[in-house]
């Protein structure tokens, strides 16, 4: 038995990088080889089950026409906003939240009670204060991501180990000190770490802004192809979506490995 | 509140470099009050390395976080050169059990976090850290991350990271007892070694006889329920010591004497 075998199964033992993306790979063509067998077998109606060669065709035309790029620049541009604003309030009070008790007191339980109302029922209140405009997107994207990341944030600083606190004391820090040379240096790639997850949920909520109220973006155009019976132009819709998801995941991922080489990681 | 004019009342000799006491410590936990210290009281002289011993669980952690000022006494007082002393400071260095490097920062940087705390600048800080990664051996790795290091590796570290601040007293909490028999041994001669060229007073705690007769001119015996110092012990065996000193008769009687009473309590 090759010993890559006998790796498999062993808890969190290391398998090969070649084993791993090949697995990987697997996933995305298998899926794709089945899509294609059932659109070509004939037995699945074309309306609603375009075939990859469908796909690819509208993914041309709309790539030439330019409404594609647009597409997406706007929901990412939307995406980046609301989470950038959301990453900008979240981190500091999640430290402090899990640093002070004072401030846990005075932002956890409201946050936990606002962290269970759904967030795309604030939709209407949103158009109703502020329009049907950008910051009406940009605002539901930061309700979205918002209470989760504070909650998030504030767990991470939590686990700073208490002596490693101490031991900069010690060494003669000043409280002030230990907040921002130890606490938020430690807290980093935990905090990078849920900003990658968070960022997912933020694409979730651009698309339901968007399917609600705007002129362009992803969301919105998969609203409108469901008008005109359009499903290929769905499938090439959500597919970008998670393409750029998939990306803003590994650009995240990178950053977070060329900025913290020094972050324990979960061995390949 | 200056403890010298005490000291002077009692006794001919000059101020102790750390003195502690009277100190009691009660904790109360879901209305049970534990007492964990109750009037423990010694005194480290200048240069000297005192160790305390006691079963798991006797209030030694508590105690030194005392002495460290992380902890607050119920009563009693701690004094460094006859000042009275409350809160941290890097008067009293402190090397823990667990790992406390800061993982974000090199073995060299590690050093220097004391000195850059106080505000050294950044060339100055880098020299002087120089030094003292040199003394703990690990000179090769002035740039590592702590991940890259083995246990041993980093209890050093965090050694020279506590000595480079030039504490008035060093504080030691079990600082091998996570690492393998071998591993202790050699960090043991280190400490030895290291205290021949480097001076400095020692507060070391650990619940290895050998361990603290090896290193110790002075072993406090901590009793248990209330933790407090039972007896005093003093370890007559020349410096410099060695790993060979344990297998020495000297080093082998005082073992059996400090048995003897640690049965006893
Ligand atoms: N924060 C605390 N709250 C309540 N009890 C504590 C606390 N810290 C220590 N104790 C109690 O004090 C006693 C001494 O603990 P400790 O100093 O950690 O012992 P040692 O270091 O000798 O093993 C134990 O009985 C422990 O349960
Ligand atoms: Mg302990």
């Avoid at chain 1, 059932?38 to 409404?67: C, H, I, M, T």
């Avoid at chain 2, 890259?148 to 050093?156: F, I, W």
Wanted: net charge positive; proline share 5%.
């Amino acid at each position: 038995m090759p010993t890559w075998l006998s790796q498999i199964g062993r808890i969190r033992a290391p398998i090969p990088a070649a084993l791993y993306w090949t697995v990987a790979a697997a996933t995305f063509v298998i899926p794709a080889a089945i899509w294609w067998l059932a659109s070509s077998s004939g037995y699945v109606d074309r309306l609603f089950l375009p075939s990859p060669a469908d796909v690819a065709k509208q993914a041309v035309v709309l790539a030439e026409n330019g409404r594609l790029w647009s597409d997406i620049g706007w929901s990412v541009f939307r995406v980046f906003a609301g989470f950038t604003l959301a990453a900008i309030v979240a981190i500091p009070i999640g430290i402090l939240m899990g640093t002070y008790h004072i401030a846990d007191a005075i932002f956890e339980p409201f946050t936990d009670f606002v962290r269970y109302m759904p967030a795309a029922a604030f939709i209407p209140l949103i158009m109703l204060y502020v329009g049907i405009g950008e910051t009406a997107k940009i605002l539901m994207i930061f309700i979205g991501t918002y209470f989760q990341l504070v909650l998030l944030v504030a767990a991470v600083a939590r686990t700073v180990p208490i002596d490693v606190i101490n031991v900069a004391y010690t060494l003669g820090a000043s409280r002030r000190q230990v907040l921002t040379n130890v606490v938020v240096p430690a807290s980093l790639p935990g905090l990078v770490e849920n900003l990658r997850i968070t960022l997912g949920w933020a694409w979730t909520y651009v698309i339901v802004a968007e399917l609600i109220a705007a002129q362009q973006g992803l969301g919105f155009r998969i609203m409108e192809a469901q008008r005109f019976l359009k499903t290929d132009t769905i499938f090439l819709y959500i597919a970008i979506i998670g393409l750029l998801g998939l990306a803003s995941d590994q650009i995240m991922r990178r950053i977070s490995s060329k900025t913290m080489p020094w972050a324990e990681t979960f061995d390949r | 509140m200056n403890l010298s004019a005490r000291a002077n009342a009692t006794s001919t000799e000059s101020v102790a470099k750390l003195s502690v006491r009277d100190i009691s410590r009660r904790f109360e936990t879901r209305g049970k009050i534990v007492e964990a210290l109750k009037g423990v009281s010694f005194d480290v002289p200048s240069g000297g390395f005192y160790s305390i011993i006691g079963h798991s669980g006797c209030g030694k952690s508590t105690l030194l976080n005392i002495v460290a000022g992380l902890d607050q006494a119920t009563s009693g007082v701690v004094a460094v050169d006859g000042v009275v002393r409350r809160s941290p400071g890097p008067d009293r260095g402190m090397v823990f059990q667990s790992y406390t490097l800061f993982p974000w920062l090199s073995v060299i940087e590690n050093v220097a976090f004391g000195m850059r705390m106080g505000g050294m600048g950044k060339k100055e800080r880098r020299e002087a850290a120089q030094h003292y990664v040199e003394l703990v051996k690990l000179s090769a790795f002035v740039d590592a991350y702590p991940k890259e290091l083995s246990g041993g590796m980093r209890q050093r570290v965090a050694l020279a990271r506590a000595l480079a601040n030039k504490p008035a007293v060093l504080l030691m909490d079990e600082p091998f007892g996570a690492l393998d028999a071998e591993t202790r041994e050699q960090m043991q001669e280190l400490l030895l070694n290291v205290r021949n060229k480097e001076f400095m007073t020692v507060l070391f705690i650990t619940h290895d006889i050998e361990e603290a007769i090896l290193l110790s001119e002075t072993i406090g015996i901590m009793a248990a329920r209330p933790g407090r110092v039972a007896h005093e012990f003093k370890i007559e065996l020349p410096y410099p010591r060695d790993a060979a000193t344990k297998v020495s008769d000297a080093f082998v009687q005082n073992k059996r004497r400090l048995i003897e009473v640690f049965k006893s309590i």
